[in-house]
């Protein structure tokens, strides 16, 4: 396990996991997650994700056979604020599938023509933005549950004790009040945000359905349609047998929580199971941000984002962003914002005169050039001294960068594979030799490669391929000259 998740299971994260674990020792163990299908939104919800991720490494470095279950409530109702995200505002699109809503998502063609269903297009998008991250979670769908008739045991319990179920919540839940339990789907117009159970008599049941006016007898058996989402989660969980669920504060408040409710109503009602609570805190994010941090920032960056202080809420904003940037080391010494302000640029430079396409380059370079144009907002170009910069230095001043110039390019060659450490030794030890003053010269260096931000100039050189250091050293000998 890596040293990010050590430190991120805390005292309290760590007996919650061992209760578990101690309880359940003959069966695997699983982590369960919700999204839903209709739209794909922007990095604020990735939190629980990443938690629950770390929750599945964890376990499975302690031995244990962990499923990772993400659960897609594809049998809600789309609506209009989740469709025009979903299409991008396209108007064309809106107009054409505004009629949808009020339908199961899974019961809705894929605007974008590419998959048999609309819920099956987000849930193939949504998949591939978890496997770009390294997650691989399990779907389950949940109107394919339904269909299958895994909900059907908690179906008899509902239709024969529905009042008692009302009376319960009423009772245990003073402040909170659940609309319907039980959502039919009209099987006329194939909608169930306005329809509902009218009686139960027996078997029988009749439904109104207020999208087309329509009323029908149907059985408990035949009935089609969801369960409230509480209740549908504390079924779930007894099917599913869910072990650990992220859970962030709004479900968890004792008085009206969903995580209260849906644990009573499966100790009293449907079985008794329930997960236990992964806590998060709520995630904030600056609008201009959206869609910029995925093909911008590492798993590893999201990491350190999400799981450090993890019931804490936060806010990602731009400098919180290039701070965790500046934490994030891409190799030994260097951090992912050093990286992208100092090598970077001549790494793109490099890739531009190799055979390497930009799909073959290394991922640090790809998130980099994307961090910089979308985080940064800037093109980041290696520049070379130009006869104004060279012109505002003095002649013995430019003497004296081209001796230090000469000898980094010098060392480089002669020491291959040199460390960082052993060079900026022998790099000190050039100044104190040559009587040179790093105070006096260095300013000045950074002015001619445009370096201007604060890593260590030694460590510039250091890094600057040899190309750029050699026609440095041509430019500066040819301005030497021309200034005679
Ligand atoms: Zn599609
Ligand atoms: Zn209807």
């Known amino acids: 396990m890596n040293t990010l998740y050590q430190k991120f299971i805390d005292k309290d994260l760590q007996d919650i996991l061992e209760r578990r674990v101690k309880t359940s020792s003959t069966r695997p163990i699983v982590v369960g997650t919700g999204i839903t299908s209709s739209h794909l939104g922007d990095e604020r919800n990735l939190r629980e994700f990443v938690l629950a991720?770390?929750?599945?490494?964890?376990?499975?470095?302690?031995?244990?056979?962990?499923?990772?279950?993400?659960?897609?409530d594809s049998y809600d109702p789309l609506n209009f604020r989740q469709l025009r995200v979903a299409v991008d505002k396209d108007e064309q699109l809106i107009k054409k599938f505004e009629k949808y809503c009020g339908t199961p998502i899974k019961l809705i063609p894929d605007p974008f023509n590419c998959h048999d269903s609309y819920a099956d297009h987000f849930q193939s998008k949504i998949l591939e933005r978890f496997h770009h991250l390294d997650i691989y979670p399990n779907m389950i769908?949940?109107?394919?549950?339904?269909?299958?008739?895994?909900?059907?045991?908690?179906?008899?319990?509902?239709?024969?004790?529905?009042?008692?179920?009302?009376?319960?919540?009423?009772?245990?839940?003073?402040?909170?009040?659940m609309k319907k339990i039980f959502w039919p789907l009209c099987p006329t117009c194939s909608k169930l945000d306005e329809s509902e159970i009218d009686n139960i008599e027996g078997k029988k049941i009749s439904i109104s359905c207020k999208r087309c006016m329509t009323q029908h007898i149907t059985t408990t058996e035949k009935i089609k349609g969801k369960f409230s989402w509480k209740v549908?989660?504390?079924?779930?969980?007894?099917?599913?047998?869910?072990?650990?669920?992220?859970?962030?504060?709004?479900?968890?408040?004792?008085?009206?929580?969903?995580?209260?409710?849906?644990?009573?109503?499966?100790?009293?009602?449907?079985?008794?199971?329930?997960?236990?609570?992964?806590?998060?805190?709520?995630?904030?994010?600056?609008?201009?941000?959206?869609?910029?941090?995925?093909?911008?920032?590492?798993?590893?960056?999201?990491?350190?984002?999400?799981?450090?202080?993890?019931?804490?809420?936060?806010?990602?904003?731009?400098?919180?962003?290039?701070?965790?940037?500046?934490?994030?080391?891409?190799?030994?010494?260097?951090?992912?914002?050093?990286?992208?302000?100092?090598?970077?640029?001549?790494?793109?430079?490099?890739?531009?005169?190799?055979?390497?396409?930009?799909f073959e380059r290394n991922q640090i370079t790809n998130y980099g050039n994307k961090f910089t144009k979308l985080i940064l907002k800037k093109d980041i170009y290696p520049k070379l001294p130009t006869q104004k910069t060279m012109g505002e230095i003095d002649k013995s001043s430019l003497q004296q960068i081209h001796k230090l110039i000469d000898w980094v390019v010098r060392y480089k060659n002669t020491h291959p594979k040199v460390k960082f450490e052993t060079y900026l030794e022998h790099f000190k030890e050039f100044f104190t030799i040559h009587h040179m003053s790093r105070a006096h010269l260095f300013p000045l260096v950074r002015g001619m490669f445009a370096q201007e931000h604060s890593s260590p100039l030694s460590r510039i050189l250091y890094y600057i391929p040899d190309q750029f250091l050699y026609a440095t050293l041509f430019l500066v000998e040819r301005h030497l000259k021309e200034s005679e």
Not at 141 to 168: C, N, P, Q, W
């Open 53 to 72: 991720d770390a929750i599945v490494a964890c376990l499975r470095s302690y031995g244990k056979n962990v499923i990772f279950l993400l659960f897609d």
């Open 141 to 177: 769908d949940s109107h394919s549950s339904y269909h299958s008739g895994l909900y059907d045991f908690a179906k008899e319990i509902v239709f024969t004790r529905m009042e008692e179920i009302k009376d319960f919540l009423k009772k245990k839940f003073p402040n909170y009040h």
């Open 232 to 358: 549908d989660i504390a079924v779930k969980w007894n099917i599913f047998k869910s072990d650990f669920e992220p859970f962030s504060k709004a479900y968890l408040d004792p008085d009206v929580g969903s995580y209260f409710i849906a644990k009573s109503l499966s100790e009293e009602f449907f079985g008794g199971h329930y997960p236990e609570i992964i806590e998060y805190g709520q995630v904030f994010m600056d609008r201009e941000l959206s869609y910029t941090l995925l093909p911008s920032l590492p798993r590893e960056i999201f990491d350190l984002l999400f799981l450090d202080h993890r019931k804490k809420d936060m806010k990602l904003s731009k400098q919180k962003i290039i701070q965790v940037a500046k934490q994030y080391e891409v190799r030994k010494d260097m951090t992912y914002f050093d990286y992208i302000q100092i090598l970077l640029p001549y790494e793109n430079l490099e890739y531009l005169s190799s055979d390497i396409s930009p």
